[in-house]
């Protein structure tokens, strides 16, 4: 019985000393575990901030691969432009080359052009001449026709019943109607005849000009017996004038024109007894030979 209790005993110690020994190991494997665990912690941490930075590189890295990217496409794209302008500018050295040497063909015809466009340009210089010329002339006999035609009308007359003007190559000479016709009919006044006698003598002293009459009307509708309407009476005013300077005063009737404008080509508002007044006229238009004055553009004219 003693034996026993002094194994069990010793089992006892020897177990508590075993218990000891465990925890002490226990201890030192933890402390070494954690330490390790921290260490490795550690790294974990720094490896994480390196990955960080690693993927911050690597996102750099690809931003400017995609810079670079771009900026490739872009040379590409100018290099290509340059490539078909360089291709524009053969096309056109091209063109020229072909051009200089049609140019070389032309020129011996272009010589023989020459010569002749000279010529034609010399003819066409004396045929500017002769016009200017001829111009000048008629504007002298104008000026001489109007100045006479104003001496020979000045007395007895009112200025407000005759108006001479000079315009262009022709001489126009504005007759009122109270003074020329009876109201509303184509009979001309005792008076009137004076006047056109007067007139006729100029006529007369150049048998080189030809004389238009044209009547004129107002806006007011016209209608008689005799006549239908305005246009009508500017007619018949118009052949009443040019039979006194044909019957009256021997004017050849080969220079004589008569013409009707009735209502229109107004020089005055119709909407005035003033206005309508100047309406009412007959004009005499003393003009060159039309044959004469076409034989003036007749190239053929031109002298050597």
């Known amino acids: 019985m003693r034996k026993l209790v ?42 994480g901030e390196q990955i960080n930075d690693y993927m911050a590189r690597l ?10 990217s771009g900026k490739t496409e872009v040379r590409q794209e100018q290099l290509q432009d340059l490539k078909d302008q360089l291709a524009d500018c053969r096309a056109q050295r091209d063109k020229q080359v072909d051009q200089v040497g049609d140019l070389t063909v032309l020129s011996q015809s272009a010589n023989d ?42 007395d007895g007359i009112s200025d407000n019943d005759v108006d001479i003007q000079v315009d262009k190559t022709v001489v126009f000479v504005n007759l ?42 107002d806006n007011v509708p016209m209608r008689s017996s005799c006549i239908e309407d305005n246009w009508d009476l500017s007619v018949k005013r118009a052949t ?16 004589l024109i008569a013409a009707g404008r ?8 119709n909407s005035t007894d003033a206005g309508r007044s100047t309406n009412r006229r007959t004009r005499i238009i003393i003009l060159p030979k039309l044959d004469e004055f076409y034989d ?8 050597e």
Not at 59 to 68: D, K, V, Y
Not at 240 to 255: A, F, G, H, T
């Open 176 to 217: 009122s109607d109270k003074m020329l016709f009876y109201s509303g009919s184509s009979n001309i006044t005792t008076r009137a005849k004076t006047v056109l006698g007067k007139i006729a003598t100029i006529i007369e002293s150049r048998p080189n000009l030809e004389v238009m009459v044209e009547g004129y009307t």
């Open 59 to 68: 996102a750099a890295c690809n931003a400017e691969r995609e810079r670079l």
């Open 113 to 154: 052009n020459i010569k002749e466009t000279l010529d034609q340009l010399e003819q066409r210089d004396k045929y500017i001449h002769l016009l200017q010329a001829a111009k000048s002339k008629a504007d002298s006999i104008n000026l001489a026709l109007a100045v006479n035609l104003k001496s020979v009308l000045r």
């Open 6 to 47: 002094r194994f069990f005993f010793f089992a006892l110690v020897l177990s508590g000393l075993t218990s000891c020994v465990s925890k002490k190991k226990l201890a030192e494997a933890q402390s070494r575990y954690k330490s390790e665990m921290d260490t490795a912690n550690r790294q974990l941490g720094e490896y």
């Open 240 to 255: 009443s004038v040019v039979r006194v300077l044909q019957k009256e005063y021997s004017i050849d009737p080969n220079r």
């Open 296 to 303: 003036l553009l007749d190239p053929s004219q031109v002298p």
């Open 262 to 269: 009735g209502e229109y080509n107004a020089l005055a508002d």
